[in-house]
């Protein structure tokens, strides 16, 4: 993943999004291309069993092509001939990919699957999923832990 980094003001409530027009008193370098997901383990939110899980399930998102495009894809569908995909042909593999993406979500539960996707596959930030969700503040971070325990019991991980 390349880095992209930027500098925030720091203010009490963490970097602020806005470039800010004056010095700043305190600042930040932040990764913009950071996962949501990545910046939670980073900080130590998040085990590393929950991290892969999260991983897991973005890998298998991604390999299932689910991803709203613009337009028409041109380019060739590669997959990595590892793991359980093994020996099938491209479609095949993006259809057990789909299967696996939507085993995970189901183990997951009605509910827990809108933080899971909006955090995991759409890269949202925790408090603007929150906000979108109407949800309490810092109540995110539990509800996707609870989604991520669920998901690496899909996907066996220990």
Avoid at 41 to 65: C, I, K, M, V
């Amino acid at each position: 993943m390349k880095r992209q980094l930027a500098t925030r003001e720091l203010t009490s409530e963490g970097p602020r999004r806005a470039v800010p027009e004056k010095t700043p008193r305190r600042s930040v370098t932040i990764n913009l291309a950071e996962s949501p997901l990545a910046w939670l383990h980073a900080r130590g939110h998040l085990p590393e069993r929950l991290f892969d899980a999260g991983e897991h399930l973005r890998a298998d998102y991604e390999r299932a092509q689910l991803s709203p495009s613009v337009t028409m894809r041109w380019d060739p569908v590669r997959a990595k001939s590892t793991g359980p995909d093994r020996g099938l042909s491209p479609s095949e593999k993006q259809i057990a990919a789909r299967a696996r993406f939507d085993g995970a979500m189901a183990a997951a539960g009605k509910g827990l699957e809108d933080i899971l996707w909006r955090v995991v596959c759409a890269c949202e930030s925790l408090p603007d999923a929150e906000k979108s969700l109407g949800w309490p503040v810092r109540s995110g971070k539990l509800v996707l832990r609870i989604a991520l325990e669920r998901v690496a019991d899909f996907y066996r991980i220990r």
